[in-house]
């Protein structure tokens, strides 16, 4: 580790010098400390934590001011910076004065090395202290005549700040943390002291409250549900799994007509000659068609009606009829998505060529085999009015007539909504869960607040 500077210098002359140097040092470092009015250590190590640049401890400080060996650079600066109330023309002496007590403590280590050769081990250059003042970079290690540069030494503050940032984000997200859980805990407390219970079992009379719902539902001894919705909102699907649900069939105006048209009833035939000259199906000769459908006995206890109502005057018919039974309407489950959305939907969409029910989405509900019904194996394919017109068209006619025939049926609190977004699963749960809390409202068993917790 010697070189040939150090070695031309007599030896003891260099302990001597460094020495005499760094004692200069600690007395230069007294009078800034008495000339920033002598604070506390202590004071002076606080301020240095909350400016986060480099760790001052009470006894490093001590240990500088007393001269007892060299501090490291960054422990100086940050000290000068301290004392000085960071001025930076001070700091850039000082940084100087340091590099010049730096040089000759490394040709007294040399000469240290020396002494020991010959027997002397005593520890002159208090090398092997603590190392609390943090002297890393400009170590033992390094070559003697390694001056550390300007450059290095702004990467080491640089890091340093860098690591002081890091750890006051992490202080402060602590606290935040911190003061978060005792939030949350002081809230937890309070809803144990309202309701006596924990919050876990709350959760479970809860869960407990909407089974129970659900069941009173399924055994409720009427059940007239009107299925509405915009094109794609998933009625259909909906339909099937709430009518396996319920336990109510599943009467849509599509196969009413389809199955009259078929049989070649009298109204098949007038719907017949309405679709084959264009015209539209008269209302008087849909209602009649579902009307046969529900005096089915299927139907007795209840159905779920998709694709009527359409507008006022089939919903003014369907009342009248069922107030000739002594019934009503019960509930209308509004299934709602967004315009953008049902569009995207129809593109998916994958109807059996044996069985118009049987109803599969490329996205949501695929089948097991590409194009292949699970149900029948018929094949799938899409369906001639899925195309964008059609159901731009068709949303033009829900939003004219079906949001009137919505709108009633909110006027005389029927109404359900949820929105149809998300798995054809969870939609048909919160529909349970929504046609359940509706009919506890219509039967006085709770308080009208109007949506139930969607999920769960
Ligand atoms: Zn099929």
Known sequence: MATEEAAELPDLDNLDAYGRALADF????????????????????????????????????????NGKRLPSLDFTAELVRQLTSN????????????????????????AQQRE????????????????????????????????????????????????????????????????????????????????????????????????????????????RITLLGPPGAGKGTQGIYLAKELDVPKVHLGEALRSNVARETKF???????????????????AS????????????????LDGFPRNLKQADL????????????????????PEEEALMRYEGRRICSHDRNHVFHLQHLPPKRYGICDSCGGTLALREDDSALTVRKRYEVYREDVTKVIDRHESEGQLVVIHGL?????????????????????????STRESPHPEG
Request: charged share 30%.
């Open 318 to 337: 369907l009342a009248q009829w069922l107030a000739v039974r002594g019934v009503k309407i019960d509930m209308a489950l509004l299934i709602d998505i």
């Open 422 to 446: 998300g798995g054809v699963a969870d939609c048909t749960k919160r529909a349970v869960d929504g046609l359940a809390m509706k009919a506890a409202q219509i039967d006085g068993l709770c």
């Open 87 to 110: 001025n930076g023309e001070l700091l850039k002496e000082w940084i100087e004065q340091w590099r010049s007590v730096k040089r000759l403590q490394r040709k007294a280590r040399v």
């Open 26 to 65: 600690a007395d230069a470092l007294v009078d800034l400390h008495v000339n920033a009015g002598a604070p506390t250590l202590r004071q002076v190590e606080e301020r240095a934590r909350a400016d986060g640049r480099c760790l001052l401890s009470v006894s490093a400080i001590s240990e500088a001011l």
């Open 116 to 223: 020991r050769q010959t027997g002397n081990h005593e520890d002159v250059l208090g090398e092997n202290r603590d190392r609390s003042a943090g002297d890393v970079s400009v170590g033992v290690q390094e070559s003697p005549d390694l001056i550390t540069t300007d450059a290095r030494a702004e990467a080491k503050a640089i890091a340093a700040e860098a690591k002081a940032h890091a750890m006051r984000v992490i202080k402060e997200a602590e606290e935040e943390a911190n003061r978060l859980r005792s939030e949350a805990h002081t809230a937890l407390r309070e809803v144990e002291s309202v309701t006596e219970l924990p919050l876990g079992e709350l959760e479970n009379f809860l869960v407990a409250g909407r089974a129970a719902l659900r069941q009173r539902l399924r055994q409720r001894s009427s059940l």
């Open 268 to 286: 098949g035939r007038i719907a017949k000659e309405c679709m084959e000259s264009g015209k539209l199906i008269p209302d008087d000769v849909l």
């Open 289 to 304: 068609m579902i009307f046969e459908r529900l005096a089915e006995a299927d139907a007795s206890r209840g159905f779920l």
